[in-house]
């Protein structure tokens, strides 16, 4: 392929890519789904009569039967999901704007000597994404030995909350954005701070220099203190709770219990000064998708206590464990309820499968796998956004002169991009993982997804105001916990730590280099949108009274769902 480089190069005839998703109608797709046979119950003298199907006519919903009523519900439910709009899903137009495909993710496909992907490799990407069809998928080429993570995931359809192609998130930053640029030169410090301890941001030279550079940056959208960004807020979620005492939420640091279990949580740590995809044959080999791939060398156990723990952390964790921990530690610790829990005022009742603590943690793995799905539309249907690491090859390339990108200069210049190549020779962006990042495209992010929608959903479920007793710290070794005695030490609360986890496990992704803030921002909200929908669809379900719980959305506005 030739290599001849530019901005906004003119495309190649019939090449056009739209900057909407693709022109995939979620609707007609039900359409053509034939209606499947009823299940056949075997009829019991001991049922309860209730239970009982009668005969009655076929347009008669009111006989009261369990079969009507469910019938009535479920239809009740599809209409009401059925009356959201479907929102024109918008990508930031990179497609359309490069006819080589750079500021995309194509990750796992082959590439040139300098990474560009083979465009024909990449077509084929878009014919399955544009078509939807299995054998399209089966066609698309790979580099190596990766596969591709799930692009068909965002396809499958539920039967509860509302539809994957009913939710949207905004264009991630185009690429030559000095928001790009902004979100890469965090993730640069983010990188070299992995082994500066949560407790001395902004005290050591890394942190300092990192808060002084973001300052300056023509754009950067993390949180701020009067305009500026402090050691208070660096690294840090903009949401209520996340700028209030340590770093950490205290669900990583506390310890859980489950039924004769005890869990202190230390986890393994990745050794200290060991970052990957720092020369350029590995960081090709990652984008040709050319594993296996070794695994992280270890440093004995240790409670989370920096970005490199949090990075290996986030790179092993099961797929809603943070939230169970932390669901777990709160009912065992007499965290009380929503108020709108209809069991409060129950005299001789309490919830178990509906709103008690089984319905809690089963609802934990059902928001996660339909937020996911949600996510992986937006992922291969939508956005197709590239990678940091990416990215920095990107960087590398137009610094020494192999190719000219365009790349906004407050990265080119960045004080972090230069102590990167002081300290390995080379711009590539150092990763934590020798993998560098999965074989699907950066936004949104499956990690904060996930977190936005189990959240949502024990906030719902749990008093936010109620406050975390004997708050801790980790020391900065990682092998103890201390009493942590800040100012706010009696104000960190349920809602506030919840939403601190959100954003530690989300942004933890971007302490390793595989995400970009507006990732974890977006997939956060996504998340929250997904629960949102279902606890809406679950209401209507119940036989308690109930009126709905009323929780704190994470732009502080109020909901009842």
């Known amino acids: 392929m030739a290599n001849n480089k530019g901005e906004g190069r003119a495309r190649r005839s019939g090449s056009t890519v739209d900057d909407s998703s693709p022109n995939l109608s979620r609707r007609s797709f039900i359409g053509g789904v034939g209606t499947s046979g009823y299940l056949a119950v075997a009829g019991s003298a001991a049922v309860p009569a209730l239970l009982h199907t009668q005969p009655a006519s076929a347009d008669d ?37 490069y006819d080589n495909f750079i500021g995309n993710y194509s990750q796992g496909l082959p590439h040139d000597s300098l990474g560009e992907v083979d465009p024909v490799a990449y077509r084929a990407l878009l014919t399955a994404v544009r078509s939807g069809s299995a054998g399209d998928f089966a066609n698309i080429p790979l580099g190596g030995t990766v596969k591709l993570s799930n692009p068909q995931g965002g396809l499958a359809f539920d039967l509860e909350g509302t539809d994957v192609a009913q939710v949207t998130i905004p264009p991630s930053p185009p690429l030559a954005s000095a928001a790009r640029a902004g979100e890469m030169v965090e993730d640069y410090w983010m990188a070299l701070a992995r082994d500066v301890p949560f407790s001395q941001y902004g005290v050591e030279p890394i942190t300092a220099a990192a808060i ?39 669900f990583f640091w506390l310890p859980v219990t489950f039924g004769t279990l005890s869990i202190t949580q230390k986890f393994n740590a990745y050794l200290p000064g060991t970052d990957y995809l720092t020369d350029f044959a590995a960081w090709l080999k990652v984008q040709n998708g050319q594993g296996p791939f070794p695994g992280n060398s270890l440093a004995g156990i240790s409670y989370i206590k920096n970005g490199r723990d949090l990075g290996a952390w986030v790179h092993s964790d099961i797929t809603f464990q943070a939230y169970l921990f932390a669901a777990q530690w709160l009912l065992t610790h007499g965290a009380p309820l929503n108020p709108g829990n209809p069991y409060l005022t129950s005299k001789n009742q309490a919830g178990v499968q509906t709103f008690g603590s089984q319905y809690l943690l089963d609802l934990l793995g059902e928001v996660s796998n339909r937020a996911l799905k949600a996510m992986w539309y937006q992922k291969w249907f939508v956005h197709r956004t590239l990678r940091p690491i ?20 407050d990265v080119l210049n960045s004080q972090a991009v230069a102590q990167v190549f002081a300290k390995y020779g080379t711009y590539l962006l150092p990763a934590a993982f020798p993998e560098g990042n999965p074989a699907h495209p950066s936004y949104a992010e499956g990690h904060g997804v996930i977190a936005g929608a189990c959240v949502t959903a024990m906030k719902a479920f749990f008093n936010e105001s109620f406050v975390i007793p004997s708050p801790v710290i980790a020391a900065d070794d990682g092998q103890s916990l201390v009493s942590y005695t800040g100012a706010d030490a009696g104000q960190l609360t349920l809602g506030g730590e919840l939403n601190k986890l959100a954003s530690n496990v989300a942004l933890g992704r971007d302490m390793a280099g595989v995400h970009w803030r507006s990732d974890a921002e977006q997939a956060l909200l996504l998340g929250e949108a997904v629960t949102i929908s279902i606890l809406r669809d679950q209401r209507a379900t119940y036989n308690e009274p109930f009126a709905g719980f009323t929780f704190t959305k994470f732009d502080g506005t109020s909901v009842t769902v």
């Open 212 to 250: 002084t550079e973001l300052n300056k940056l023509s754009s950067f959208s993390g949180p701020k203190i009067s305009g500026v960004v402090t050691p208070a807020t660096l690294f840090r979620g903009p949401r209520p709770g996340d700028l209030s005492g340590p770093y950490l939420s205290q």
């Open 61 to 97: 919903e009111d006989d009261g039967s369990r079969r009507r009523r469910a019938r009535r519900i479920r239809i009740d439910a599809a209409d009401a999901q059925f009356s959201v709009d479907e929102p024109r899903q918008i990508n930031n137009g990179d497609e359309r704007r």
């Open 390 to 409: 990416a990215y920095g090859g990107l960087v590398h390339n137009t610094i020494t002169g192999a190719a000219h990108y365009p790349v906004h200069g």
